[in-house]
């Protein structure tokens, strides 16, 4: 999937759980702190949203990040890397790929993440009880959750309770932080 479809059919999941709601554009705004103008151009699809805005969308929604991504499942699915399309954040420097989105029967959803060195993100508080799982493919990356912080090197993992903002840190300056993220939603 290419941008201008990712961004289409975000927009278009956008504005039917938007009008499942019986809400405005402007009640959207107030529960998301998105302005009017930005979630507008994200529903007609003229605007491919950052990693930040999606969260905000998707916790003022109360839904998942990958909520805008769902498809119809098969019973076996292969991803394939190349037909990932990223959602990116500081000019790339911050990459997620949706691998597999949340659906109604499952209560999770798996990314790849990439942060360039030197790269930090912080990242916004999820709802009550929502966990996330992460280990490390390539590099080392940098974790603070609640105040701490936490170094974690290739091949090893970590899990917390994300209600609060955590900020996720490459502070090489030579290697790409690759990782898997497993988000788990509670019923």
């Not at 990958?66 to 990223?86: C, G, H, M, W, Y």
């Not at 300056?173 to 019923?187: N, R």
Request: negative net charge; hydrophobic residues 35%.
């Amino acid at each position: 999937m290419d941008k201008e479809q990712l961004s289409f059919l975000i927009g278009k999941r956008l504005k039917n759980m938007r009008q499942q709601r019986g809400w405005s554009l402007d009640t959207l705004a107030q529960h998301c702190q998105v302005s009017k103008p930005m979630l507008g151009q994200i529903e007609r699809g003229e605007s491919n949203p950052t990693v930040s805005t999606l969260w905000k969308i998707a916790n003022g929604l109360n839904v998942s990040f990958t909520a805008f991504l769902e498809e119809q499942q098969p019973s076996v699915k292969i991803v394939r890397a190349d037909d990932v399309e990223p959602i990116t954040e500081q000019d790339g420097h911050f990459n997620v790929y949706p691998i597999f989105p949340k659906e109604d029967r499952k209560p999770f959803e798996l990314f790849t993440v990439s942060l360039k060195p030197g790269a930090t993100y912080g990242a916004e508080a999820h709802r009550d009880g929502v966990e996330e799982y992460i280990v490390v493919q390539k590099g080392s990356l940098s974790l603070e959750v609640r105040g701490e912080r936490y170094q974690l090197n290739e091949g090893d993992g970590i899990h917390f309770v994300a209600d609060e903002e955590h900020d996720y840190c490459n502070e090489s300056e030579e290697e790409d932080c690759e990782l898997t993220l497993v988000i788990f939603y509670p019923a």
